[in-house]
C-alpha cells in the first residue's frame, strides 16, 4: 500500500520559517508527480506546489513564489517544502499527494489528479 506521512508543521512567527516532510512508502519513483496542497479554515484546499517528471517539472502557487521551495531526496523517498518568510496568510493544514504518473501543469492544482493523499501537517503563523 502507497502511504504518505506528512510532519514537519509547528507554529512560527511571521518571517519565520519551516521545513515540511513527505515521507512515501510503497510508491515508486519513476514517473511521479509529489504535490503539496493547504487548506485554512472555512477556504476551498488550494495547491500550493508540485514537483512532477512532466512538464515544466516546478510548479508553485502565485502566492508562495520565491518563498517556497520543493525538493526531493528519492534515494529516501521524501518530497520536502521548505518555507521561508511566513506569512500569516499561510496559516493552514498543509497536505502532500502523490501521483504514480506525471503532471502536466495545468493539470497539477487539481486535486483528482492525485491518486494518494497524507494526512494533513498544521503550520501556524503569528504576529
Known amino acids: 500500500d502507497v502511504q504518505l506521512q506528512a510532519s514537519g508543521g509547528g507554529s512560527v512567527q511571521v518571517g519565520g520559517s519551516l521545513t515540511l516532510s513527505c515521507k512515501i512508502s510503497g510508491f515508486t519513483f519513476d514517473d511521479y508527480a509529489i504535490g503539496w496542497f493547504r487548506q485554512a479554515p472555512g477556504k476551498e484546499r488550494e495547491a500550493v506546489s508540485c514537483l512532477s517528471t512532466t512538464d515544466v517539472r516546478l510548479y508553485y502557487g502565485d502566492s508562495v513564489k520565491g518563498r517556497f521551495t520543493i525538493s526531493s531526496d528519492n534515494a529516501k523517498k521524501v518530497v520536502y517544502l521548505r518555507m521561508n518568510a511566513l506569512e500569516p496568510e499561510d496559516t493552514a493544514a498543509y497536505y502532500c499527494?502523490?501521483?504514480?504518473?506525471?503532471?502536466?501543469?495545468?493539470?497539477?492544482?487539481?486535486?483528482?489528479?492525485?491518486?494518494?493523499w497524507g494526512q494533513g501537517t498544521q503550520v501556524t503563523v503569528s504576529s
Open positions: 499527494a502523490a501521483s504514480h504518473r506525471g503532471i502536466i501543469t495545468s493539470q497539477v492544482r487539481r486535486e483528482d489528479s492525485y491518486d494518494y
